[in-house]
C-alpha cells in the first residue's frame, strides 16, 4: 500500500472500557486474571491485522472504591510477556510511570519485552499524577506536575541510552577465541543528571528493535511538549473532529519545530465504538450499559477527575461552574479535567448526565452506531487531518473487539484505509517507524 | 508418598553453569535472548517433575567484562511470565532485589506472576552487594551489608501485608447488585517504616498462593537470621558435606528459635553434576570445560569474590594468604568470600587451581561422576542432615539439564527419594508447604 494508510490500536482493559461493562451479560469479569483471557483478545486483535494492543496502568487503588467497579488486575509488562509468546506479530504496549521506576530497570524491562516478543514492545510513557499512587511509593502527595515531566524527560533521555549502549555487533559469539562480546562496542553511559545518576550498559543485549516504540498520551501543555521532542504515536482524548483537528496540528508543529519529521509521530485519538448490526440495536447495547451505571461509582470517579467533591451535589441538576478549579491549580490529570469540565459546561449537563456520558470512554468519544457509520467516523478524521490512527476502546470485551475486527475492519480494508495482511513483523514496521540507530 | 521426599530445583543459566559453558559445541550461547529455549528447558525440567526452576540475577554488568563469558540477558520476571503458560507444573522462581526495588512494585510483579502461572511463583530474595549495581540506580557504592538486610526485612514484611490486602474472598462479582468486591475486605496497609512508606492496598487480587514462595540464598551471619526469619526455601553453596550438615543445623535451630517449624524452611544445597555415562566420559567433559576457560575472565571473577585485585599474581604460585581481607571488611557477598578464601588456603591452590575449580559452580560444589555416583551423593547429603533437597547448577545447558532428568532422576526415583508424578499444582504443595493465611 503506497497510499496513507490509517493505524488502529485496541486499549484493552478487563471488562470493556464501559464503566458498567462488567456488570453486562455480554462482559467477563471472571476472567479479569486469566492470562488465556488476554492472549485470546491479542489474538483477535491479530486477526484484524491490528498494529498492536495496548495496557493502561496506575500503581494504586483505592479500597474503598472497589465496590463500584473491577478493580486490580495483572500488571502489564509481565502480562504482555505472557501474551508475546501466544502472538506472532501484533505489537504489544505498556503503560509505565517514570515517576515511580528506576531508568535502569524499566528499559531491561522493555529490552526483555522487545526480545522475549521479536520486536513488538510499545512503551506509553506516564508521569503517573495521583496522590494515591505517590502514598504506596514514599510520598505523602504526588509530584509538582511541571517537575514530573522534567523527570520523565530525563527518565526517556536514559532510557534511550542504555539502550544503545550495546552496539547492534556487539555481541561477536566467537567460541574459538573465546570472545563472547566487543568489549569496545558495549559502552558506560556515566549519566548524571538532577534525577538521576546512571553508568550502564545495560545488562540486556540490544533489541529487535532498538528502542521500544515510544507513546504518550498526555494532551497538557507540558505533555504536548513532551510528546513533541519523545513521542513516536500519541494517545490522546478528542471529543469533536475540531478539537482533533487542533490537536493534530498542534503536536505536529510542535514536532516540526524541534526539527523532528512530523510523520514520525502518529496521532491516534481515542474512540469508543458501541457497535450494533443496526443503529437501533447500537443504541439499545448504550442504554443497557447507561442503566447498569453505579451512580456511587461514577460520582467518585468524577470528583477524581474535576479534582472536587461533587458527591454532595444534586444529581438532576447542572454543574455549577464557580465549583471548578482553575486548570493551573489541577496537579493531577490537567488535559482530562479541561475536557470533562469544557463538556460539562458547554452542554449545561447535570452531573447524572455527566457521568453518563463518561461511562464510556472516561473522556474519551464515544461513538453509537452501526460498523458503516463508525467506519464512516473513522475516515472522516483521518482524511480530514484529526487522526493518524485510531486508539480502540470497546466498551465491553470480548464481543466488542471482535464486532469490531469482524465488521468495522472489513469496510476499511474494503476503502483501502487499512491493511489487508501484515506487511513487517516489528511494532516499528506496522507504524511505519525506523528502527532508530545506536 | 508419606516418607520424606527430596525437592529439586533446577537452577537455569543460558549456557550452563560452568564459566566455559558458552565455548563447548553442547551448549547454545546463540539462544540465549531466546524465550523458546528456555520455555524447552522448563519443560525438560517439567517432564523430570521437578519442584521448580529458578533464575539469579543481578542489576549491572561491566562492559570490560563481556569479553570472555556470555553476559546480559532477559530480566527473568518477564521471562518467567512467558514460561508460565509454556508448562503447567513447574515452580518459577525469580531472583529480585530488596535494595534497588520499591515494594508495592515488586509485591505487585510476583502476586501477578503467581495468578499467570496458576500458583507457581516464588521470590529469591537477595539484598545486591555490588557497587556496579548500586551505580545504576543514584548510588556510588552499595549499602552497607547490615543495612540492606535491615530493608530487605522491612521489605519483605511490607510485600506480605500487600499480598495480604486482599482477603480471599474479598471479590464478589455480584453483577446484579452492583458489586465487584467488598471493600471491608480490600485493605489498607499503612505502613509508616524506616525505609518504605507504603499505604496499599494492593492492586492485585489475592493470588494462588497467597504470597509467593519466599527463597534466600544468602549464608553470612545476617543472611542467615534473615533465612531462619523469612524464608522458606534456602539456596546455599556448601562444598563438603559436613559444612552442609553444619549449615543445615544452624538454620533450621535458627528458625526453631524464632518458633518457626523447621520442616517449612527447606535447604537446598547447589550442586553442579557433570555427568557422564562413565566415570571417564564425566572427567573428559570436566576437562573439556577447564580447557576452554577464558583465564582472564576466571581472574577479574575471582578478584570480584575475594574483594581484591589477583591479576599481577602469578598464575601457578599459591594465593598469599596476607592478600586476603578479613571476612568483616567485605562488603558484598561475604559467604561466597568466605568460601572461596576457605578452599584456596586449605588446599593451597594456586590462583590457576582456584579458577578452574570455580568455574563450574562459582563456589558451588561440583561433582563429577555418573548419575549413580550422583544420586549416592543426593542421597547421601539428604540422609545425612545436610539437604533437604538440591538446587541442580547444570554445567552445560540445556544437556546437562536432560542427562539429569533422563539418568539421575529415575535413580532418585526408584531409590523412592523423589516423586515420580505431581501431587499438587502449586510451587508451594510440591515444597509442602502451607498457603499463608491473609
Redesign the interface.
Known sequence: MTARSLHLNAFLMAPGHHDAA???PLSR??RA?D?GYF?ELARTAERGRLDSIFFAD????R?????????????P???L??I???TERIGLISTASTT???P??LA??F???D??SGGRAGWNIVTSGTD?EA?????DEHLDHHLRYERAAEFVEVARGLWD??ADD?VL?D??A??????GK???LGHRGLF??????????RSPQGWPLLVQAGSSEDGREFAARYAEAVFTAQQTLSDGQAFYKDVKTRAERLGRDPGGLKILPGICPVLGGTEAEARRLDRELTD?Q?VD?GIAQLSGMLDVDVSRLPLDEPLPPELLPAEDEVNGNKSRFTLVAELALRERLTVREIIARLGGGRGHRVFVGTPEQVADQLQEWFEGGAADGFNVMPPVLPTGLEDFVDHVVPILQRRGLFRTEYTGRTLREHYGLPRPAA
Open positions: 462488567w456488570r453486562h469479569p471472571d486474571l492470562v492472549q496506575g500503581l494504586a487503588i479500597g474503598d472504591r472497589v465496590e463500584g467497579n473491577l478493580s486490580g488486575g495483572l500488571e509488562i509481565t502480562l510477556a505472557a508475546a509468546v501466544a515511580f521506576n528506576e535502569y530497570a531491561r524491562a529490552a526483555s519485552l526480545h522475549i494515591a502514598r504506596n511509593f514514599g510520598l549502549s550495546w556487539a559469539l567460541a574459538a573465546g570472545r563472547y562480546a566487543d568489549p558495549v559502552r558506560e538521576f545518576r546512571v553508568r550502564g550498559p545495560l545488562n540486556v543485549q447498569l453505579v461509582y
